[in-house]
């Protein structure tokens, strides 16, 4: 009797245990929300008694229960090995528990049966936290193609998207040259509307001197982030590239005023420089690269640099000196005599066009021409102190007083003097 009574508390257990009631449906957090329902995109008919308990075991998934979900789901495949989504359950299981080595081996034996979206998602789902990201998004995107994504997976093609692009853009600027500029390319068609990517790109495609390519990348960004410092950069030095100077040192000088970077500035006197050398006679750019600077070239640099000089009015008639007469910068030669630089000879009626400059003399001319001029920070001050009182550099500081003197020696030196007077 008492045995009778054992077995029948026993069945009556089962029994309960059996027509227990399922936990309450659970929506997962974070990346296990991505492990879709296994039955979706399953194509073979199935009894609903089998549907039943899988919706159970199922919802043992969901619930985190990993053993009464394991125990349910090894009782459905081996009464029925070829229920797929059983196995696919396994495989949520080991997704969740980061078992990545066992969730392959289940997938492998499930393979891709063509349609079968959940068994498509479920290997992206494991390349992704394998992190080849890039895979993984290719699968959902032949998943989409079919028609047949979830809804919840747009939010996952959109991480992964995202993911894919960041680690491509992140390649493309540890890259150099062309392999930069072919990994931006790539991540653009991730996301073309990332203007940080866009941008890197644009500035890569100008370094290259790639300018119209370079103006075809930031222009989606015209109605967008038009204002944005990097933009207006680029743009500048397309404009710049193209020998479209004023148009480049009008967004310079823009950004000059707008933003805190030093580079601006710089930059800014770079391309004014190049514009005027664009711009000058031939014997200019002559005298800016001598490597030996002679007296007719300080006098082009001085008149080609110091509005002061260039435009001096009601200036005495030059005495006339007999050896300029074939030598370029002949009217520059006139102006420094004419404002007091230069003295001709009484005798020989000279004024020595080739003689070289040196640092010495250089620092002499530099202090008469502030003196000569009237530059307002100048008053007061003598040949001595005159370099002093206005901010310009003195050669004489870097070099020995009968040092040779370069053009860009004295470019530096004469662009310093033409400030003093604004």
């Not at 891709?112 to 290719?138: D, K, N, W």
């Not at 003399?361 to 002093?388: I, K, N």
Request: proline share 6%; aromatic share 6%.
């Amino acid at each position: 009797m008492r045995t009778k009574t054992i077995l029948l508390l026993t069945a009556l257990g089962l029994l309960a245990a059996c027509t227990a009631a399922p936990p309450p449906a659970v929506i997962p957090q974070g990346d296990d929300r991505f492990l879709i329902d296994p039955r979706i995109g399953y194509r073979e008919t199935v009894s609903k008694s089998l549907n039943d308990r899988f919706e159970t075991a199922w919802r043992y998934v969901l619930a985190g229960n990993e053993a009464e979900a394991a125990r349910r789901l090894a009782d459905i495949r081996r009464r029925e090995p070829s229920y797929q989504p059983a196995l696919l359950g396994e495989v949520a299981l080991d997704l969740r528990a980061d078992r990545t080595s066992e969730a392959r081996r289940r997938l492998t034996t499930i393979g891709r049966p063509e349609g079968y979206t959940a068994a498509a998602v479920y290997t992206a789902e494991l390349v992704a936290r394998e992190g080849r990201s890039r895979e993984a998004l290719e699968i959902y995107r032949t998943v989409e193609a079919e028609g047949a994504l979830p809804a919840v997976l747009a939010t996952r093609m959109s991480q992964l998207t995202t993911t894919v692009s960041g680690e491509l853009f992140a390649a493309g600027l540890a890259a150099e040259g062309s392999e930069s500029i072919r990994l931006l390319r790539e991540a653009l068609t991730f996301r073309p509307e990332a203007v940080e990517i866009r941008t890197a790109l644009a500035q890569r495609l100008v370094a290259q001197k790639r300018f119209d390519d370079a103006r075809r990348e930031i222009d989606p960004l015209l109605n967008t982030a038009a204002e944005l410092s990097e933009v207006q950069e680029i743009l500048a030095e397309v404009s710049a590239g193209k020998g479209q100077y004023q148009d480049a040192i009008a967004r310079y000088e823009r950004l000059v005023r707008t933003s805190s970077e030093p580079r601006h500035a710089v930059r800014l006197e770079e391309i004014k420089r190049k514009w005027i050398s664009e711009n000058m006679p031939p014997h200019y750019n002559a005298a800016v690269e001598s490597a030996e600077l002679t007296r007719a070239q300080l006098a082009t640099l001085l008149y080609w640099s110091v509005p002061a000089v260039r435009f001096a009015q009601n200036l005495p008639s030059p005495p006339i000196a007999t050896d300029i007469g074939d030598v370029e910068g002949r009217e520059e030669i006139i102006r420094a005599i004419g404002i007091g630089l230069y003295e001709v000879d009484p005798v020989t009626r000279r004024v020595s066009p080739w003689r070289p400059v040196t640092a010495g003399r250089l620092s002499t001319h530099l202090a008469r021409v502030l003196l000569l001029r009237g530059a307002p920070c100048a008053r007061g001050a003598t040949q001595e102190s005159a370099l002093a009182a206005c901010g310009v550099a003195n050669p004489l500081s870097d070099h020995p007083s009968d040092a040779i003197v370069t053009g860009r020696t004295a470019l530096r030196s004469l662009e310093q003097v033409a400030k003093a007077f604004r």
